[in-house]
């Protein structure tokens, strides 16, 4: 089996990264490719609504987020993880997650993990943010005993928060069994039928 990490962060070996090392150690030692993909420090173009992707499939800024079409599609599990910039995620995660929603494969039962980094505050705003993605885009979460957050400024100061290192060795362990029991179960019973979706918003004419 094989899980896709993308990381947020520009800091190629920094906080971010510590976090998802650390959980995919877990999943390694269980013979479960890990495959990472840093967004760094070139720009990412934010969604322009233009509808182009709705036609060919993929998005006309052929960047990251192309390149991620089909090593997406192809994963078991997907790894999402950014640093927390003003209680939120940061400004390239949020413009891959906007664009890879709309032109990017179907991801349903595909089993998912949101990390955040965080110096002091806002990671559960953050983390709450990144699982958007996983639930419109129907992803599995695994789950844990606590926020998926790590504390620090620094790699090493990450290294000492014991509980945040620990919440992410438990994801990996608990990311391993559900990957393993979701492809057990679907080659016993098939994903359920997906109806046509609706599409409906709050603005209507008023009559008199």
Known sequence: MKVLAINGSPHTNGCTYTAIQTLAAELQKRDIEVELVQLGTSPIQGCIACGKCKETGRCVFDDVVNQCLNKMQQADGIIIGSPVYYSGISGRMKAFLDRFFYCGPDLRFKVGVAVTSLRRSGGVDTFHQLNNFFNLAQVITVPSFYWNCVHGNTPEEVKQDLEGMQIMRTLGRNMAWLLEAVQ????????????????TNFIRKLEG
């Open 184 to 199: 057990s179960y679907k080659q016993q019973v098939p994903p359920p039928e997906q109806e046509k979706r609706i599409m």
